[in-house]
Nanobody, 124 residues
């Protein structure tokens, strides 16, 4: 079993930056493709970014437009999402997820494990 715990969310102003972390325990972290998703009130959970096992490949949703950076530290079993130039529409609960599959994983059903989420609120 794999446990994922997100942290780093909070209330920020538009234009600010925030870094989310996801601590992973239970299995070998480097075996998993990792991803970030988000869910705003009344909306479906949507893909944000994904990163390969050793971080060589990264893919982003179009709305990130260079504002977000996904990274991982396999020695620390931790996934990160650096967010800058935040907008009010970035307000959501952000989830990290782990998958045993390979490749570009964009949809929720491709991920096997999920964290509980961390709230990000951006005031305009």
């Amino acid at each position: 079993q794999v446990q994922l715990v997100e942290s780093g969310g909070g209330l920020v102003q538009a234009g600010d930056s925030l870094r989310l972390s996801c601590a992973v325990s239970g299995r070998t972290f480097s075996n998993y493709v990792m991803g970030w998703f988000r869910q705003a009130p009344g909306k479906e959970r949507e893909f944000v970014a994904t990163i390969s096992w050793i971080g060589g490949a990264k893919y982003y949703a179009d709305f990130t437009k260079g504002r977000f950076t996904i990274s991982r530290d396999n020695a620390k079993n931790t996934l990160y999402l650096q967010m800058s130039s935040l907008k009010a529409e970035d307000t959501a609960v952000y989830y990290c997820a782990a998958s045993l599959k390979a490749g570009r994983l964009y949809i929720t059903s491709e991920y096997h494990y999920w964290g509980q989420g961390t709230q990000v609120t951006v005031s305009s």
